[in-house]
């Protein structure tokens, strides 16, 4: 497999859905660069039109998925900031750190009503052992239910819009024609939603699960979104999305960051709730030949931040450690709760490395170094 990174920031292109344009350039980049045209007065005046047609007397005006990261401060304080009464709806990590857990409590300071919604510990970590296993993916059960959960509410509450963050196609690269969609429903979720193909029939079947045990698990049918006329819309597309300002405007609100930069990451902001992010990520890095490490330094690049040189050198140096730890838990601790050894792991990480990016000695076995990291042909 030859892979080619992109002229500006240094994506690569086994990055899923990932396109270049003639000169070589990203789509992550080329959606960036657009901004510069985008009339962002004009883009907020159109949400203050959306939102007008929902706001009410009697009720919530909007649903706000949180997870009481950076990202969900800035959505709540902008959504107060235009005079909108949302619900905050978090559907819980498996396993969610004291930090995770402060900034949730500081988020409803900020002054909201906030529902948090917990999924049967049992079942859900025998998904997160049964995902990791078969589709190399440990968090799967949470990319899911931070959407089902809150599309829920929206048609249990009677409450049809959703206000989400950035729209990842604009920010990361993706198809070229789904950059510039305002809209998140049931239809971009099966497509772009990080599902990987499984369906929760597929639990049911293969882990003897009752219908009712995976509710949470469960979109709305059609008709129930459509009868709530359910609509999701995503910030980010109408106000300048920035990672690094969100944390910084979430900070003069209470936001506490990690004490120094996160493993497997050259922030400290980010991904500070759920302990088994580390492992999602190294199976990203596994799976495609990059990291959270890499995404960062494609977006400091295009703020001006970083230089590709820098960039390059950073993510040689950062990216795809063996995550021994995360936010001060161990491997063992975060792999003991899903019942899984470390050996077992081990064994689950080398049948999802792709071995056309990662060198490999003449028997076709990887090559690692003494830190079980893995060396990349590119």
């Not at 344009?21 to 962002?40: E, F, P």
């Amino acid at each position: 497999m030859t892979i080619k990174r992109c002229k500006i920031c240094i994506l690569p292109s086994s990055k899923p859905d990932l396109e270049f344009n003639s000169n070589g350039v990203c789509q992550g980049c080329l959606a960036y660069q657009n901004r510069k045209n985008i009339d962002w007065k004009s883009r907020e005046e159109k949400f203050k039109e959306i939102i007008q047609k929902y706001k009410k007397n009697n009720n919530y005006d909007c649903i706000i998925p949180v997870s009481g990261g950076k990202d969900s401060h800035y959505q709540v304080i902008k959504c107060l900031e235009h005079d909108l009464n949302p619900l905050c709806i978090t559907a819980s990590t498996d396993k969610l750190s004291e930090l995770g857990r402060y900034n949730i409590e500081n988020l409803k300071k900020i002054g909201v009503d906030h529902i948090e919604v917990s999924t049967n510990p049992v079942i859900r970590r025998k998904i997160n052992k049964f995902t990791l296993k078969t589709i190399g993916d440990i968090s799967w059960a949470e990319h899911l239910t931070i959407f089902t959960i809150p599309f829920k509410f929206s048609c249990s509450f009677n409450i049809p819009l959703l206000i989400w963050g950035e729209n990842p196609q604009n920010e990361n690269g993706g198809p070229l024609e789904r950059e510039s969609e305002i809209e998140l429903n049931r239809a971009w979720l099966e497509e772009f939603g990080g599902l990987l193909g499984l369906r929760v029939t597929d639990l049911a079947d293969i882990l003897k699960l009752k219908k009712k045990e995976l509710e949470l698990y469960t979109f709305p049918s059609s008709e129930e979104l459509k009868a709530n006329k359910t609509f999701g819309i995503f910030l980010g597309q109408f106000f300048k999305w920035d990672g690094h300002k969100n944390a910084e405007t979430a900070s003069k609100f209470g936001f506490k960051t990690y004490e120094k930069e996160l493993e497997g990451s050259i922030v400290n902001y980010e991904n500070l709730d759920n302990v088994q992010m580390r492992i999602h990520d190294y199976f990203k890095y596994l799976k495609f030949g990059y990291d959270r490490v890499t995404d960062w330094c494609c977006w400091h690049i295009r703020r001006g931040r970083l230089n590709r040189e820098e960039a390059l050198n950073l993510e040689n140096d950062k990216s795809g450690k063996y995550p021994s730890e995360y936010l001060g838990y161990s491997l063992g601790d975060i792999l003991e709760e899903i019942n899984c050894t470390q050996k077992e792991f081990d064994e689950i990480c080398d049948a999802f490395t792709n071995k056309e990016i990662f060198k490999c000695d003449n028997s076709g076995n990887l090559i690692k170094n003494k830190d079980k990291s893995l060396i990349k042909n590119f």
